[in-house]
């Protein structure tokens, strides 16, 4: 399902960051030191009401002088029109409405997108109000006051927000044809892979504006199955600033993989596997989507009867915690390999979409407790009742123990490494819920 993204632009100093943690809430403040995951939480996903989107902090570096801050606003300004569904335009009371706020507004009004104006720091709504009122001279709808600091005004400024989310946002779509995000750093070849994978020979049934965003989506007919490729590769930023580059592609990459089922993240052969891959995959792995890892430009590097082993072994190294990703070496260039990619596509969706009997499940967990005991803590053992798929997309398991602080993350692990030898599940994550069940309830 796609989610709604939302986006904070303003100025340096307005809160912007205290305004996402505030939203976000213990999810930013907590963060897991999970492999390949950015630190640096550009993004986060949001429930309100009963409602799920996708909040993204466009703030950047610091600018030094007022011709900086323009450019830097404009910057995110466009990032925001490009992937939000809706933006939070974020200003201060304090330093009250200045010459860039006009100028970006400009520019939000142009986007057409819808624009929710938040005036921060009013943690006095009585007396401040009046200063509130000055930013109707803004032009874009009624400011709400809100003080991200002490989260006043928060429930209006989400009901503003949500107000704006339209159905097709919300719902799964009926479409059943397999959604193939291509990501990765830029200038890794992701638009010459596309190009290759729907152009000689292959049918474009049509191409679909991609819904609110600007990627486009491009429907593919190939041995007779549709597929639909979400292009992320169209935007190019003018900026070279290495940092703004990061943030810019991994905001991108969080829209993209969002409405994918699939994910093929590209790795340049020429410069080899990055942490920057790392953060990409992350993103693909933390939603739980199938991911194809595509070595392009393998026609490039020169090879000896070693060089893919001592490749595989680097990309198993830095994306460890995505052991079950396929691997596949291809050549935008020449094509080679390049249409293998269906077959494993193809194959990574059934394995989403597998269900493994409860019984089968209960079988292979016995016989794992039986080879490898679980783990005990003062005088205690962890004991594994019963085990059951409960979803698919990704395959999501229920195990029922006597104590789920006893259950190990590597046991957790061990399990599924069982549960994948015998089903296999390459190409997506499994997700593990531990209930905890009292013994007389048994």
């Known amino acids: 399902m796609s989610k709604p993204i939302v986006a904070i632009v303003g100025r340096p100093n307005v809160g912007k960051s205290t305004l996402f943690n505030a939203i976000a809430g213990e999810q930013i403040s907590i963060v897991k030191d999970t492999p390949g995951v950015t630190r640096d939480r550009i993004y986060a996903e949001v429930e309100w009401l009963d409602m799920q989107f996708t909040l993204i902090d466009t703030g950047g570096i610091e600018p030094e002088s007022n011709d900086i801050i323009l450019s830097q606003m404009r910057e995110q300004a466009e990032i925001a029109i490009a992937t939000a569904d809706v933006i939070i335009f974020l200003v201060d009371v304090r330093q009250g409405l200045v010459d860039s706020d006009a100028k970006v507004a400009d520019m939000l009004r142009r986007s057409h997108k819808p624009i929710v104006l938040v005036v921060n720091k009013v943690d006095n709504f009585d007396k401040l109000m009046p200063d509130v009122y000055e930013f109707y001279n803004l ?86 199955k549709e597929y639909i490729f979400i292009d992320t590769a169209g935007l190019r930023r003018k900026n070279k600033i290495k940092e703004e580059l990061e943030r810019y592609s991994i905001i991108r990459t969080v829209a993209a ?96 979409n597998l269900r493994v009997q409860t019984g089968v499940l209960n079988e292979i967990m016995t016989e794992a407790v039986a080879m490898q005991q679980p783990p005990s803590d003062k005088g205690k053992r962890l004991k594994l009742y019963y085990i059951t798929q409960v979803s698919v997309k990704p395959p999501t398991f229920v195990i029922f123990v006597n104590d789920k602080q006893l259950m190990h993350f590597s046991y957790t692990r061990y399990i599924e490494n069982r549960i994948r030898n015998a089903f296999g599940f390459n190409g997506t994550s499994l997700r593990f819920i531990i209930r905890e069940r009292k013994e007389k309830e048994q």
């Open 257 to 352: 993989v969002d409405r994918a089922d699939v994910v093929i993240v590209v790795i340049d052969a020429t410069e080899g596997v990055t942490e920057q891959d790392a953060k990409i995959a992350g993103i693909a792995h933390e939603r739980g989507k199938g991911i194809i890892v595509a070595v392009n430009k393998w026609d490039a590097i020169e090879k000896d009867d070693k060089t893919i082993y001592r490749f595989k072994e680097k990309v198993e190294q830095i994306l460890s915690f995505i052991p079950y990703a396929e691997l596949t070496f291809v050549s935008a260039a020449t094509g080679q390999r390049l249409f293998k990619i269906y077959d494993i596509i193809d194959s990574v969706i059934e394995n989403q």
């Open 139 to 224: 032009g874009i709808g009624d400011p709400i006051p809100v003080s991200a600091s002490s989260r006043l005004g928060m429930g209006d400024m989400l009901e503003a927000v949500t107000s704006h989310f339209t159905l097709d946002m919300l719902e799964d779509t009926e479409d059943e044809r397999p959604r193939i995000a291509i990501v990765g750093k830029p200038n890794v070849g992701k638009s010459s892979i596309i190009n290759k994978l729907i152009g000689e020979n292959r049918v474009i049934v049509s191409d679909i504006a991609g819904t609110t965003r600007d990627a486009v989506d491009t429907a593919v007919k190939h041995n007779g």
